[in-house]
């Protein structure tokens, strides 16, 4: 009973250094999510996928690009690691738009420190 | 510019007490509004949620109220358990957004015995 699953747990970068983050969920679902979660802030939306073949920008995109493999995987990119991405990152999937009965379900987060 | 907001930080609470959770909004096209729970390196798992249709929705020990005028929202868990210590999220979403949830910063539940 996997549900979102999220590799690495933990990661140290050098600042411009590249790295991908990645994410799989077995519960077939349509849409899936990346965040980044910072010190005193909520959750913020990076990128989404709301089906397979498509990505849009959330609310902070900026030095991340990202990937939907397939229906099950989403990966997410940072090209030249600064300071300012240290942070927890959490991947997230849904049926349709994560609302009813169909909330937004949420892998266990990777923690990223760049120096 | 958050457009959810968590005023406080922390909150404690004894066993058996009721807790209140308090989170407002700026945003009047928000019309869903979720709770999430979040235990130290996990990521938040689902509680409740509200369409703005309602102002009540209930689910075993959790309550949420919806006060729309207010643009405001609660979240009370009675009675509290020391398994309910954690941090609790309030998110809210356009429905024609697609899953966009914009989160609160949370607010730290401890229960004490």
């Known amino acids: 009973n996997a549900g979102v699953t999220q590799t690495p747990k933990f990661q140290v970068l050098k600042t411009g250094q590249s790295m991908t983050l990645q994410c799989a969920q077995d519960?077939?679902?349509?849409?899936m999510y990346w965040y980044r979660q910072d010190p005193g802030m909520g959750l913020r939306l990076i990128y989404y996928?709301?089906?397979?073949?498509?990505?849009d920008k959330g609310e902070v995109p900026n030095g991340y690009n990202v990937s939907r493999l397939n229906k099950r995987e989403f990966s997410l990119r940072l090209e030249s690691a600064a300071p300012s991405q240290t942070s927890v990152y959490f991947c997230?999937?849904?049926?349709?738009?994560?609302?009813?009965?169909?909330?937004?379900?949420f892998g266990d987060g990777t923690r990223l420190s760049i120096l | 510019d958050q457009q959810v907001k968590q005023n406080s930080p922390s909150l404690s609470v004894q066993e058996g007490r009721i807790s209140i959770l308090n989170c407002d909004y700026t945003?009047?096209?928000?019309?869903?509004f979720l709770w999430y729970k979040k235990y130290p390196a996990e990521g938040p798992t689902f509680l409740i949620s509200?369409?703005?249709?309602?102002d009540k929705n209930e689910d075993g020990r959790f309550t949420v109220f919806l006060n729309k005028s207010a643009k405001h929202l609660s979240l009370h868990i009675v009675p509290s358990q020391p398994g309910d210590s954690a941090v609790y999220f309030c998110?809210?979403?356009?429905?024609?957004?697609?899953?966009?949830?914009?989160f609160g910063a949370g607010t730290q539940v401890v229960v004490t015995p």
């Open positions: 996928s709301a089906s397979e073949g498509t990505t």
């Open positions: 509200i369409s703005s249709i309602k």
């Open positions: 998110a809210a979403l356009e429905t024609d957004s697609w899953g966009k949830l914009q």
């Open positions: 997230a999937s849904s049926e349709g738009g994560g609302i009813g009965n169909q909330p937004q379900h």
């Open positions: 945003n009047s096209m928000f019309d869903y």
């Open positions: 519960m077939n679902h349509n849409s």
